[in-house]
């Protein structure tokens, strides 16, 4: 499975915006924006911002997609 890739965040004032190629996936704030800021300095940042937009594929879609029930 690709690493998530495309994902790039701003801060803005007391919000973080995350784009998903340029498109704004999200906006985060408060506590969720704090919590955020702190969790991209130990981790994979791609990963983390996929998971908070949801975009990010579960592995399988390509299998599903050759299932003879979702044959078209």
Known sequence: MP???GFD???RGDDVVIRHHGV???VLRGARARD???EIESGDTQLLMARLT???RRGNERTA???PRNAR
Do not use: E
């Open 54 to 56: 949801g975009n990010y």
């Open 24 to 26: 704004t996936a999200t």
């Open 9 to 11: 965040f701003v801060v």
């Open 36 to 38: 955020f800021l702190t």
């Open 65 to 67: 997609r050759q299932h």
């Open 3 to 5: 690493a998530p890739s």
